[in-house]
T-cell receptor, first 114, second 113 residues
């Protein structure tokens, strides 16, 4: 049973560029949440997708957008990259109505903006 | 806004000793409190969680306590082992539907053999 998988594992971009990160949820899960984890900090909630729609959003600018596909996989897009966007981007999956709404995390994508 | 404070930021113990990490939260609506362990180069892994209708939960060497009145919860690890060394995060959420999680800043636990 595959867990949450994210790609790529590492990415280097320059300021102003755009990036797309990908996530496949744990088998049987239908909800995907994205978090940003700066070095030495806890994860910060970006947004959550369910039924191909953004259901909740944290305090992140519109440069951060996402998408969920019919197979429940998801993408995180960041436009006009800033140096401060350098972080570990984590994807977490869960199941609506599941016994505990537990969120399972992937290993993350390390984004470096130069 | 919603906030979770976590202490201490670093904790060093001798193998076999106990470790305690404490968190406080601000949102009264929070009713779900998971703890995650994150090892270097990996994503956070859920180790235990507790809901607001329970005051304490134990799983082998790990236990969590919750005081809703005071809005704080704690992680207790007994008989620590070197493999317990990692960064631990507490989080709070209003998980009635699919609420997002608010994380603390983490505690780096080092267990010395």
């Amino acid at each position: 049973d595959a867990g949450v998988t994210q790609s790529p594992t590492h990415l280097i971009k320059t300021r102003g560029q755009q990036v797309t990160l990908r996530c496949s949820p744990k088998s049987g899960h239908d909800t995907v949440s994205w978090y940003q984890q700066a070095l030495g900090q806890g994860p910060q909630f970006i947004f959550q997708y369910y039924e191909e729609e953004e259901r909740q959003r944290g305090n992140f600018p519109d440069r951060f957008s996402g998408h969920q596909f019919p197979n429940y996989s998801s993408e995180l897009n960041v436009n006009a990259l800033l140096l401060g966007d350098s972080a570990l981007y984590l994807c977490a999956s869960s199941l609506v109505g599941g016994a505990k709404n537990i969120q399972y995390f992937g290993a993350g994508t390390r984004l470096s903006v130069l | 806004g919603e906030n979770v404070e976590q202490h201490p930021s670093t904790l060093s113990v001798q193998e076999g000793d106990s470790a305690v990490i404490k968190c406080t939260y601000s949102d009264s609506a929070s009713n779900y409190f998971p703890w995650y362990k994150q090892e270097l180069g990996k994503g956070p892994q859920l180790i235990i969680d507790i809901r607001s209708n329970v005051g304490e939960k134990k799983d082998q060497r790990i236990a969590v306590t919750l005081n809703k009145t005071a809005k704080h919860f704690s992680l207790h690890i007994t008989e620590t082992q070197p493999e317990d060394s990692a960064v631990y995060f507490c989080a709070a959420g209003s998980g009635g539907s699919q609420g997002n999680l608010i994380f603390g800043k983490g505690t780096k636990l080092s267990v010395k053999p």
